[in-house]
T-cell receptor
C-alpha cells in the first residue's frame, strides 16, 4: 500500500501565477481533504472532497479551488498566487463514513517569490 | 465550532526523562481527539486517537494520552524520551460528525531531546 502520495514535492512560483497540486489517496479511501500549513503553524483546513464534490470548506478565498476524479484522486488549484500562499500543502485521505483517522501525504512545499 | 490550544510551542527534555505535551480543546459536542507527529520535511503521522470508550489511549512509539472531559484536556505523555522523539507534535479535534472528517489542529509543540 503506497499510502497517500502527493506531487510535486517542491515547487517555486511567481506572484500572480497559478499552481496545481496533486494527491492520490490511500487505497480504499474515498475522501480527500486539503490543508495548508504555514511555517511554524498547525495545518489549516482548506476543503474536503467526496464523490467528486466539495463537501466542506474552510476559511479560504475562492482563489483556492479543487477537484476530485472518479478514481478518488484530487487536485488543489491556487490562482493569482500571493507571497502569503507560501506553505506546505498537505493532502489527507479517509473514509467518509464513521470517524477514522486521516492519513496524510508528505506534502508539497510551495514557495511564492 | 471547535478549537485546540497546545500549551508551550517548544519543550526541551533530557533523554530518558518524561515527555508531557499539553492539549486543551473546545467543542460543543463530544469530541474525537488525535495526536499527530511531524518529522522535518514530512507529513503528519498518527500517534494515537480517542473516539469513545477507555479514556486512557495508548499509541505508537510508547506514547499515551488521557481524555479528561471535566478538564477538556487530552495531554500526551511518554515515560522515557528517546532521541528519535525530537519532532513537532500536533493535537487535533474532530467534532462535527455530520460534516465529515475535518480536523482542527493546535499550533503544535516542538520537542527537543537533549542527550
Amino acid at each position: 500500500d503506497a499510502g497517500v502520495t502527493q506531487s510535486p514535492t517542491h515547487l517555486i512560483k511567481t506572484r500572480g501565477q497559478q499552481v496545481t497540486l496533486r494527491c492520490s489517496p490511500k487505497s480504499g479511501h474515498d475522501t480527500v481533504s486539503w490543508y495548508q500549513q504555514a511555517l511554524g503553524q498547525g495545518p489549516q483546513f482548506i476543503f474536503q472532497y467526496y464523490e467528486e464534490e466539495e463537501r466542506q470548506r474552510g476559511n479560504f478565498p475562492d482563489r483556492f479551488s479543487g477537484h476530485q476524479f472518479p478514481n478518488y484522486s484530487s487536485e488543489l488549484n491556487v490562482n493569482a498566487l500571493l507571497l502569503g500562499d507560501s506553505a506546505l500543502y498537505l493532502c489527507a485521505s479517509s473514509f467518509v463514513r464513521g470517524v477514522s483517522e486521516a492519513f496524510f501525504g508528505q506534502g508539497t512545499r510551495l514557495t511564492v517569490v | 465550532a471547535q478549537s485546540v490550544t497546545q500549551l508551550g510551542s517548544h519543550v526541551s527534555v533530557s533523554e530518558g526523562a518524561l515527555v508531557l505535551l499539553r492539549c486543551n480543546y473546545s467543542s460543543s459536542v463530544p469530541p474525537y481527539l488525535f495526536w499527530y507527529v511531524q518529522y522535518p520535511n514530512q507529513g503528519l503521522q498518527l500517534l494515537l486517537k480517542y473516539t469513545t470508550g477507555a479514556t486512557l489511549v495508548k499509541g505508537i512509539n510508547g506514547f499515551e494520552a488521557e481524555f479528561k472531559k471535566s478538564e477538556t484536556s487530552f495531554h500526551l505523555t511518554k515515560p522515557s524520551a528517546h532521541m528519535s522523539d525530537a519532532a513537532e507534535y500536533f493535537c487535533a479535534v474532530f467534532a462535527d460528525k455530520a460534516a465529515g472528517n475535518k480536523l482542527t489542529f493546535g499550533g503544535g509543540t516542538r520537542v527537543l531531546v537533549k542527550p
